[in-house]
């Protein structure tokens, strides 16, 4: 995708974050940009969740500077939120209520127009193919549909920012697709995206720019070109470059050749 050069939707200047002796998150600086998607992509462990909910309030920096839309997440946490669409790793929603139930009361919370709110839910459950469960209680529907259920709670109120955390979890084929539309219309309607994904097929495709994070330091930042030319990896896919830049290429290619070897012998064949 093409690159957007417009004003700092997120900015962390030094973020560290301490849990004791752990160094989960130990000095990165990176920032989003209005009207882009911003990758931030790592190994399980290398401080991603950390550093999102960071930018969310629910964690306070051990040092640093971390401003979302000019705000502190920590003082202003209620005046962000309210900007703000979060799309969790696991599906954080009132399980015990139906997805209409559930628009119904973001609405009241938020002060939106409830009418407005449900066609607008409804229209966003028709597209994620969800809307025969609208009625349905939330604990009774299947992971994958839990998470179209938050997708949509993240997007009623049209967020300035939108955090997505491995929001593709659980989701067929079809429905990624209409997710990855739904990206690009926040975009194109000037929102900004911070995207947090395994897959890095998905994120090389929908990002402006990614920063790979790896032992809670970035190891790379830029967009796909420039993070190729970081790795000197010239015509390599997203995920050769991650591996090459979090050290993690050489491992994976010794685990590859012996599992060949154990498998299919020094021929080739089983």
Known sequence: ??????????????????FGKKKAVN?????VHAGEVFGLL?????????????LLGLLEPTEGVVKVLGL??????????????YVAEEPLIFKSLTPLELFGFIASIRG???EVVTTKAKEYMESLGAMEYINQTIA?????????????????????????????????????????????????????????THIMEVAQELCHRIGIINNGLIV???????????ANKAGANLEEVFLRLTEQDE????????????????????
Request: net charge positive; aromatic share 4%.
């Open 1 to 18: 995708m093409e690159k957007n050069s417009r004003e700092d939707i997120v900015v962390v200047d030094g973020l560290k974050k301490f």
């Open 27 to 31: 000095g990165i600086t990176f920032q």
């Open 42 to 54: 790592g190994p399980n462990g290398a401080g991603k969740t950390t550093t999102i909910k960071t």
């Open 72 to 85: 502190d997440p920590v003082g202003d946490d209620v005046q962000i939120k309210r900007q703000i669409g």
């Open 112 to 114: 939106l127009d409830g």
């Open 140 to 196: 009774t529907l299947s992971r994958g549909n839990k998470q179209k259920i938050q997708i949509v709670s993240a997007l009623l109120h049209d967020p300035s920012l939108l955090i997505m955390d491995d929001p593709l979890l659980g989701l067929d084929a079809k429905t990624v697709k209409v997710v990855k539309e739904i990206i690009d219309l926040q975009v194109k309607r000037g929102g900004s995206v911070l995207f947090s």
């Open 220 to 230: 790379g930042i830029g967009t796909f070109e420039e993070l190729s030319k970081q």
């Open 251 to 270: 491992s994976v290619n010794t685990i590859i050749t012996n599992l060949r070897a154990s498998f299919l012998g020094n021929n080739g064949t089983r």
